[in-house]
């Protein structure tokens, strides 16, 4: 994974989308108001142009709440005290994320038909930030509220400050926490494995990291190499790890690999089999490209050969845990649910073809 700039780090934090109305918060007790509120609609602005449209949800909330302060600054709401403009902005603020709580189900079926698989994930984090702030301002607006019934005024200096320092706090705990918290995300995903996002055809439209699509079933198709090994008519099968998502514990080509996000397909075919028998060496060739879905997963099969009918070669692997299964004995045992489901559907083609010219070789 490529190391995430700084720039890139703020612009993919959802919770800095806060700032304009933290930047508002303390210009209210400098300036005039509608100075403070014209910088912080500025920020916003600024938001929606830089951040991406799935990253900046509370930009834009942030971005109507001025916009409703900026137009409302030309009616009575002008004449108010300052901290009452404040106390009502904010109101809006909390309003407008309230409504973007009811709408969470929407905003996630909209991005969900994003098939570039981060879309869903940064929309889940702008709302998540969303859903902070709502309630930290809820419970800002109800200590406010408890605090004018036994005090009765906000507008000496103590009450304006234990205000807005409190609101501050809020904020400014939402992006320490959301900030520390992609923090460590990140650095978890830099040593992330990341998988391509393909089509049947092939095409890549985007990434996803490993760990994630393995919770996610077959929502994701990615591309996987497997390699057969022959050796005189004979296919070399070994037990699936119990770790593996496909058919674990069932007997197929040991030789199975992911290709990587931006990886090379003949680099995933010699890792393929050099992890399996130390060896990268072993001359392969193309056979069928393939897709293959079920409940669990989904994949776009590039399916390889190696005939190795050199018993000293052959010998020469380092093999483990396997054996080679003839074609007879793998017929009989056909459909017991030995054999992982790839295996049998790639043995009805090389019976076909390579096993079938191998039995003529021996006539």
Request: net charge neutral.
């Amino acid at each position: 994974m490529t190391k995430i700039s700084f720039i890139d780090r703020l612009i993919k934090n959802p919770s800095f989308g806060l700032i304009p109305f933290l930047i508002y918060s303390f210009l209210i007790g400098y300036v005039d108001s509608i100075v403070a509120i014209l910088i912080a609609f500025a920020l916003s602005v600024l938001g929606l142009i830089v951040v991406k449209r799935n990253n900046r949800l509370v930009y834009d909330a942030s971005f109507v709440t001025f916009l409703i302060a900026l137009l409302l600054s030309f009616t009575s709401f002008s004449e108010l005290p300052r901290m009452n403009k404040f106390v009502v902005v904010e109101v809006v603020f909390a309003m407008i994320l309230t409504l973007l709580r009811l709408s969470k189900g929407r905003l996630l079926l909209i991005t969900a038909k994003d098939t570039s698989g981060s879309a869903e994930t940064h929309m889940e984090e702008s709302i998540r930030v969303a859903f902070q702030a709502q309630y930290g301002l809820t419970l800002h607006l109800f200590l406010f509220m408890i605090y004018l019934v036994s005090v009765g005024t906000v507008e000496s200096m103590v009450s304006a400050m234990f205000i807005k320092v409190l609101f501050q706090l809020i904020l400014l705990s939402i992006i320490v926490f959301e900030s520390t918290r992609l923090h460590i995300l990140t650095k978890k995903l830099f040593n992330e494995d990341w998988l391509p996002v393909i089509t049947e055809t092939g095409e890549v439209t985007g990434r996803v990291a490993k760990s994630v699509t393995k919770d996610m079933k077959n929502k994701f198709m990615h591309p996987v190499v497997r390699v057969a090994l022959m050796n005189k008519g004979a296919i070399y099968l070994k037990e699936r790890g119990m770790s593996r998502v496909l058919n674990p514990g069932k007997l197929d080509h040991p030789f199975e690999e992911y290709m990587e996000f931006k990886g090379e397909l003949d680099k995933s075919v010699r890792e393929s089999i050099g992890k399996e028998c130390g060896n990268e060496n072993i001359p392969v060739r193309f056979l069928l490209k393939y897709t293959f879905e079920n409940e669990i997963t989904k994949r776009l099969i590039l399916f390889y050969v190696a005939e190795i009918d050199d018993d000293v070669m052959f010998n020469s692997l380092n093999l483990q845990g396997g054996k080679l299964w003839t074609t007879a004995q793998i017929e009989d045992n056909m459909g017991l649910e030995i054999f992982s489901e790839c295996f049998e559907l790639e043995f009805e083609y090389l019976k076909n073809t390579l096993l079938l010219v191998q039995q003529y070789k021996k006539k």
